[in-house]
C-alpha cells in the first residue's frame, strides 16, 4: 500500500518502537499523528519531524476516538500501528506465597491488550469508510506483541498473557475486516533497545545481548520501523504475527 499521503496514527509514538515508526512514516511521506501519554515527548516530537500530536490513554475510547478523528482531519486514515505498552514483573506467587497483585493483572491486560484493541476497533472503523485504493485496499493494522507470547519468562504472566492475546486476535481480526481491505499483522520483537530496558544496569543489557543467537546484540528500534513499513507497503502480508528477535527463544529466567 502506498504510504505517500495517507494518514497514519501510532500509539506509543513519542518514545521506542513507536517513535522509530513515526519518523520513519513521516519519511515516506505520511501525515502522522503521534499517539502518547507523555505530552512533553510527543510535542517536542511533532514540532521536530512535522507530525502531529494527541495525548492520549489507549484504554479510553473518547481519546482514542479524538486521535482517530484528528488522523481523519490530515488525510484518508490507512496506517495504524500500536507500540503502546507496559511490562511488570511479578510471580503468580512470590517467594513469600503471596498471591500476584490482581490490579497489576488487570492493568497490564486492559494497556497492552485492551487498548491495543480499542485503537484497531476504531482505527479499523474510519478506515472502512475511506475511498478504497485499485486493489480494494482500505487501510493496514500492525499491532505489537514480544516474543514472550511465546516465550513468557519467570514473573511474565501477565505481560505474557497480554501478549499472547494480541497475538492470538491476529488473524480473527483481520478475516473479520477482510470484507472492508483491512489487513491486520502483528510483530512480535525480542529484546530491544529502548527506555524499557534502558532502565536495567549495564551488566543485565550485555547478558540479554548475549542470549541472542545473531546478532549478538539488543535490537534496534529502527529495524522493528523497517518492519513495520514492509508491512504497509506489501499487501500480501495479512492475519501474520512476526518475530522479529534475533532467533531468541527465551529461558525460564
Given amino acids: 500500500m502506498k504510504i ?116 484497531l476497533r476504531l482505527a479499523s472503523a474510519a478506515m472502512a469508510k475511506t475511498a478504497p485504493l485499485d486493489d480494494g485496499e482500505r487501510g493496514v493494522i500492525v499491532n505489537t506483541a514480544s516474543v514472550a507470547a511465546f516465550d513468557g519468562q519467570i514473573g511474565q504472566v501477565a505481560y505474557a498473557a497480554s501478549k499472547g492475546g494480541v497475538v492470538s486476535m491476529t488473524l480473527p481480526a483481520a478475516r473479520d475486516l477482510s470484507a472492508v481491505g483491512v489487513r491486520v499483522c502483528t510483530i512480535a520483537p525480542g529484546t530491544f533497545q529502548t527506555p524499557m530496558m534502558g532502565i536495567l544496569p549495564e551488566a543485565a543489557q550485555k547478558a540479554l545481548a548475549a542470549a541472542i543467537p545473531f546478532p549478538k546484540r539488543l535490537g534496534n528500534p529502527a529495524e522493528y520501523a523497517a518492519l513495520a513499513e514492509h508491512i504497509v507497503r506489501n499487501s500480501y502480508l495479512n492475519g501474520e504475527t512476526i518475530r522479529l528477535d534475533g532467533s531468541l527463544r527465551m529461558a525460564p529466567k
Fill in 4 to 119: 505517500e499521503g495517507a494518514s497514519a496514527i501510532v500509539t506509543g509514538g513519542a518514545s521506542g518502537l513507536g517513535e522509530a515508526t513515526v519518523r520513519r512514516l513521516v519519511a515516506a511521506g505520511a501525515k502522522a499523528v503521534i499517539v502518547d501519554r507523555d505530552a512533553q515527548k510527543g510535542e517536542a516530537l511533532a514540532k521536530e519531524i512535522g507530525a502531529t500530536f494527541a495525548q492520549t490513554d489507549v484504554t479510553d475510547a473518547a481519546q482514542v476516538q479524538a486521535a482517530v478523528d484528528k488522523a481523519g482531519a490530515l488525510g484518508p486514515l490507512r496506517i495504524a500501528v500500536s507500540c503502546a505498552g507496559v511490562g511488570w514483573a511479578a510471580r503468580t506467587l512470590n517467594k513469600e506465597g503471596a498471591p500476584h497483585d490482581f490490579d497489576l493483572f488487570k492493568t497490564i491486560i486492559g494497556i497492552n491488550l485492551i487498548g491495543t484493541f480499542n485503537v
